[in-house]
Protein backbone atom coordinates (compact mmCIF):
# COMPACT_ATOMS: atom_id res chain seq x y z
CA UNK A 1 0.00 0.00 0.00
CA UNK A 2 1.07 3.69 -0.76
CA UNK A 3 -0.12 6.74 1.21
CA UNK A 4 -1.24 9.41 -0.96
CA UNK A 5 -1.94 12.96 -0.07
CA UNK A 6 -3.24 15.05 -2.60
CA UNK A 7 -3.45 19.32 -2.80
CA UNK A 8 -3.64 21.95 -5.44
CA UNK A 9 -7.73 22.08 -5.02
CA UNK A 10 -9.45 25.13 -4.99
CA UNK A 11 -12.07 27.32 -6.48
CA UNK A 12 -11.49 28.99 -9.66
CA UNK A 13 -13.65 30.57 -12.68
CA UNK A 14 -14.32 29.03 -15.70
CA UNK A 15 -11.58 29.38 -18.32
CA UNK A 16 -9.12 29.15 -15.51
CA UNK A 17 -6.21 26.42 -13.96
CA UNK A 18 -5.11 24.43 -11.63
CA UNK A 19 -2.23 21.97 -10.94
CA UNK A 20 -3.20 19.21 -8.43
CA UNK A 21 -0.30 17.11 -6.60
CA UNK A 22 0.02 14.04 -5.25
CA UNK A 23 2.53 12.77 -2.71
CA UNK A 24 3.33 9.40 -2.15
CA UNK A 25 4.64 7.50 0.78
CA UNK A 26 7.05 4.72 -0.64
CA UNK A 27 10.55 5.07 -2.37
CA UNK A 28 8.62 1.95 -4.97
CA UNK A 29 6.21 4.64 -5.96
CA UNK A 30 7.56 4.53 -9.63
CA UNK A 31 6.89 1.01 -9.59
CA UNK A 32 2.52 2.12 -9.38
CA UNK A 33 0.27 2.93 -12.36
CA UNK A 34 -1.08 6.27 -11.10
CA UNK A 35 -4.02 7.84 -11.92
CA UNK A 36 -6.67 10.24 -11.17
CA UNK A 37 -10.33 10.26 -10.44
CA UNK A 38 -12.72 12.36 -9.80
CA UNK A 39 -16.40 12.58 -7.96
CA UNK A 40 -19.35 14.68 -8.51
CA UNK A 41 -21.91 15.04 -5.75
CA UNK A 42 -24.82 12.29 -6.44
CA UNK A 43 -22.31 11.05 -9.13
CA UNK A 44 -20.16 7.82 -9.59
CA UNK A 45 -16.11 8.15 -9.11
CA UNK A 46 -14.92 8.18 -12.94
CA UNK A 47 -11.63 7.93 -14.36
CA UNK A 48 -9.82 11.05 -15.50
CA UNK A 49 -6.37 10.63 -16.63
CA UNK A 50 -4.04 8.34 -16.37
CA UNK A 51 -0.09 7.44 -16.33
CA UNK A 52 2.37 4.14 -16.66
CA UNK A 53 4.77 3.14 -13.80
CA UNK A 54 7.56 4.43 -16.41
CA UNK A 55 6.39 7.76 -17.42
CA UNK A 56 6.32 6.83 -21.12
CA UNK A 57 2.41 6.91 -21.47
CA UNK A 58 -0.68 8.60 -20.85
CA UNK A 59 -4.47 8.38 -20.81
CA UNK A 60 -7.48 10.78 -20.51
CA UNK A 61 -11.04 10.90 -20.20
CA UNK A 62 -12.42 12.05 -23.39
CA UNK A 63 -13.94 15.59 -22.02
CA UNK A 64 -10.67 16.25 -20.54
CA UNK A 65 -8.23 15.75 -23.46
CA UNK A 66 -6.50 18.78 -24.22
CA UNK A 67 -6.91 20.51 -21.56
CA UNK A 68 -5.47 18.30 -18.48
CA UNK A 69 -2.13 16.87 -18.43
CA UNK A 70 -1.20 14.38 -15.75
CA UNK A 71 2.72 14.17 -15.28
CA UNK A 72 5.05 12.44 -12.69
CA UNK A 73 8.63 13.10 -10.74
CA UNK A 74 9.52 10.25 -9.88
CA UNK A 75 12.68 12.04 -7.60
CA UNK A 76 9.76 13.79 -6.05
CA UNK A 77 7.76 10.69 -5.39
CA UNK A 78 5.12 12.69 -7.00
CA UNK A 79 2.40 12.79 -9.57
CA UNK A 80 0.53 15.90 -11.00
CA UNK A 81 -3.19 17.07 -12.80
CA UNK A 82 -2.16 20.46 -14.54
CA UNK A 83 -6.13 21.30 -15.19
CA UNK A 84 -6.35 24.32 -17.48
CA UNK A 85 -9.58 25.78 -19.14
CA UNK A 86 -11.42 24.86 -16.69
CA UNK A 87 -15.28 24.27 -16.85
CA UNK A 88 -18.15 24.27 -14.26
CA UNK A 89 -18.22 20.51 -14.90
CA UNK A 90 -15.07 19.89 -14.00
CA UNK A 91 -16.39 20.87 -10.47
CA UNK A 92 -15.83 17.62 -8.58
CA UNK A 93 -13.56 15.83 -5.56
CA UNK A 94 -10.20 15.15 -7.11
CA UNK A 95 -8.88 11.43 -6.17
CA UNK A 96 -5.12 10.29 -6.55
CA UNK A 97 -4.77 6.55 -6.85
CA UNK A 98 -2.04 3.93 -7.51
CA UNK A 99 -1.87 1.08 -8.57
CA UNK A 100 -1.59 -0.97 -11.70
CA UNK A 101 -3.67 -1.08 -14.58
CA UNK A 102 -4.43 -4.30 -17.20
CA UNK A 103 -2.70 -3.62 -20.48
CA UNK A 104 -6.17 -4.30 -21.82
CA UNK A 105 -7.99 -1.42 -19.80
CA UNK A 106 -5.15 1.61 -20.14
CA UNK A 107 -7.09 3.58 -22.26
CA UNK A 108 -10.14 3.63 -19.84
CA UNK A 109 -8.96 1.86 -16.28
CA UNK A 110 -11.61 1.41 -13.34
CA UNK A 111 -10.97 2.47 -9.57
CA UNK A 112 -10.81 -1.59 -9.09
CA UNK A 113 -7.33 -0.87 -10.58
CA UNK A 114 -5.88 0.93 -8.10
CA UNK A 115 -5.46 -0.42 -4.32
CA UNK A 116 -3.96 2.89 -3.03
CA UNK A 117 -5.85 6.00 -2.58
CA UNK A 118 -5.68 9.62 -1.64
CA UNK A 119 -8.18 11.64 0.65
CA UNK A 120 -9.45 13.69 -1.84
CA UNK A 121 -8.90 17.74 -3.06
CA UNK A 122 -12.20 19.52 -3.60
CA UNK A 123 -12.25 21.68 -7.11
CA UNK A 124 -14.68 24.17 -7.87
CA UNK A 125 -15.05 25.74 -11.12
CA UNK A 126 -17.58 28.78 -11.18
CA UNK A 127 -18.89 30.10 -14.31
Known amino acids: QVQLVESGGGLVQAGGSLRLSCAASRRTFNRYDMGWFRQAPGKEREFVAA????????YYKDSVKGRFTISKDNAKNTVYLQMNSLKPEDTAVYYCAAGSIPLGRLNSPIAADFGSWGQGTQVTVSS
Open 51 to 58: IRWSGSST
